[in-house]
């Protein structure tokens, strides 16, 4: 059973750096392209970061380029996002997700496996 475990967000301060992480079990992560999105109350859940299997092609959205770096290691099947110089627009529940299609997914639908998600609240 595929399962993806997102931990390591919390409270931080504008300004501030956080990282989340996500484990996976039970598929094949390696040949996975995987990806963080984030939800705000009330807003749509949105696309943040993607990596693709081999570590060759990462890709943000332009609100989080040049702050946010993802990556990974196929070895201990994890994602990690490093997020830097945070704001309270930053704030959002954060899940990890892996994706099958080639080239660059960033719909929701492109996505097969979801984690529960990582609540990362930013204060001003």
């Known amino acids: 059973q595929a399962q993806l475990v997102e931990s390591g967000g919390g409270l931080a301060q504008a300004g501030d750096s956080l990282r989340v992480s996500c484990v996976a079990s039970g598929f094949i992560f390696s040949v996975y392209t995987m990806g963080w999105f984030r939800q705000a109350p009330g807003k749509e859940r949105e696309f943040v970061a993607g990596i693709n299997w081999d570590n060759s092609t990462s890709y943000y959205s332009d609100s989080v380029k040049g702050r946010f770096t993802i990556s990974r290691d196929n070895a201990k099947k994890t994602v990690a996002l490093q997020m830097n110089s945070l704001t309270p627009e930053d704030t959002a529940v954060y899940y990890c997700?892996?994706?099958?299609?080639?080239?660059?997914?960033?719909?929701?639908?492109?996505?097969?496996?979801w984690g529960q998600g990582t609540q990362v609240t930013v204060s001003s």
């Open positions: 997700a892996a994706s099958l299609r080639p080239g660059t997914p960033q719909r929701r639908n492109e996505y097969t496996y």
